[in-house]
Structure formats: C-alpha cells, structure tokens
C-alpha cells in the first residue's frame, strides 16, 4: 500500500509549481499536495503510517455505519 502515498519518486518533479492553472494558484497548494502524499516520510514512516490509518478505520464508528449501509443499499459486504 505504500505505493499508493508516493505516487511518484522523490523528489517529485512532477508537481507543477509556478504553473499557470487556477487550480495550483496560492502558496498552499503545492505544499498541501506533498503533505497528502506524505512525500516526506520514508518507507518505513509510510509503512506505520498506513497501519495506523487501517487500525483507526477498523475501530471506527462511523467506518462501520458506512460499512452497513453499502450492505443494506447494494449488498456490499
């Protein structure tokens, strides 16, 4: 599952800073964008990191209310 919070090697070159679009406009986009896919962490900080977030939502309330409700309305187990 690492692989899906580094969506690309370090560092990123793909990330369009200073690109003209609407969307990138504003200091905090770009770093907001690298703080979501956790571009700092290594390996091994991805790798506790996926496990908390998988502990959490299993532990989680509203994970299991969504869980029935996917059962109930499409029969999503």
């Given at each position: 599952?690492?692989?899906a919070l580094s969506p690309?090697?370090?560092p990123c070159p793909s990330l369009p800073?200073?690109?003209q679009l609407?969307?990138?406009?504003?200091s905090s986009t770009i770093r907001n964008l690298k703080e979501r896919f956790h571009?700092?962490?290594t390996e091994e900080?991805?790798?506790?990191?996926?496990?908390q977030m998988v502990d959490?939502?299993?532990?989680?309330?509203?994970?299991?209310?969504y869980d029935g409700f996917q059962y109930l309305?499409?029969?999503?187990m």
């Open positions: 599952l690492c692989w690309c090697p370090k800073a200073g690109s609407p969307c990138f406009h504003g571009m700092n962490m900080q991805l790798q506790l990191l996926i496990e959490g939502s299993m532990r989680s309330i509203t994970t299991k209310l309305t499409n029969g999503i």
